[in-house]
């Protein structure tokens, strides 16, 4: 009888430390307002179909199908398509990595070369489709997936892997928070604030309740239940202008929604502040 067995090291297992955070793909069109940002996450771009440039802080690169772009976190970056071949791209945000290089290449980003059938790709692909096809459990498959994609990545070139504590939400969860306060009366989806914070909707509601103690939708009507208890006291503006001044899609709505904060409806607390002066 012949047997083999191998110990395996899990001090250098990635999953207590990088977690996919987001996974878009998008397609130019006309509408496609482009501009530098960067991320506290490390961002990993695959260009599918058409060929344009990426920007990396005031240089510019040629991609085109069939290319890896790696962005290191905090690094001032965007993408540009060309008209006449629109760009085509899909692109994972991972939080905790970081590649850098030992050779003399900048350590700000690489763009790779693979072809259609590698398994790196193939690992791209499969996480594109899991997120598309949005059954039970992609999230952890997909996470699955990204790590054997970083391992082969790491096989392949000549990278290695730095992986740092997983940076605060902080920033992130106090852009969202000064976008609500500024557009608290307009329809906010929590799809809108996920885009502007470059982050997962399920992650960033979970960040925005640990550093405020709400979600992002509670803060937005408390926010507006702020502001029309000042309109209350201040103003003689009807029950109905207020609901409308401050975002609410009717009064009833908005009296349910006063009743529920502050355990009164709005006229009783208009009589009560009024007694109080």
């Not at 130019?28 to 307002?33: K, Q």
């Not at 050779?103 to 590698?118: M, P, Q, V």
Request: proline share 4%.
């Amino acid at each position: 009888m012949s047997h083999k067995r191998f110990s395996l090291n899990t001090s250098t297992n990635l999953r207590s430390s990088l977690k996919l955070l987001n996974v878009d793909s998008s397609k130019y069109s006309g509408d496609w307002d482009s501009f530098p940002h960067s991320h506290m996450y490390a961002e990993l771009f695959y260009v599918l179909g058409g060929k344009g440039k990426f920007q990396i802080d005031q240089e510019f690169y040629p991609v085109s199908p069939k290319q890896l772009i790696i962005i290191n976190p905090n690094v001032l970056h965007t993408e540009i398509s060309y008209q006449d071949s629109p760009l085509e791209y899909a692109v994972l945000g991972i939080e905790g990595l970081e590649l850098s290089d030992y050779t003399e290449c900048d350590n700000r980003f690489r763009i790779l070369d693979f072809n259609e059938g590698d398994d790196i790709t193939t690992c791209l692909r499969n996480i594109i489709q899991e997120t598309t096809d949005n059954l039970p459990g992609n999230e952890t498959i997909s996470q699955a997936y990204m790590e054997i994609l970083i391992v082969r990545l790491m096989r392949r070139i000549n990278f290695t892997l730095n992986t740092t504590p997983l940076p605060t939400s902080s920033r992130q969860c106090a852009i969202v928070r000064r976008y609500i306060d500024a557009h608290y009366k307009e329809n906010i989806t929590l799809e809108q604030l996920a885009t502007l914070s470059h982050l997962n909707k399920y992650y960033l509601v979970h960040s925005f309740k640990e550093e405020y103690g709400v979600s992002p939708i509670s803060y937005q009507i408390d926010r507006r239940i702020l502001e029309s208890c000042a309109l209350l006291t201040q103003t003689d503006m009807s029950l109905s202008q207020i609901s409308q001044v401050v975002g609410f899609s009717s009064p009833s709505y908005f009296s349910q929604t006063f009743r529920k904060n502050k355990g009164m409806n709005p006229t009783q607390y208009r009589k009560t502040k009024s007694n109080q002066t």
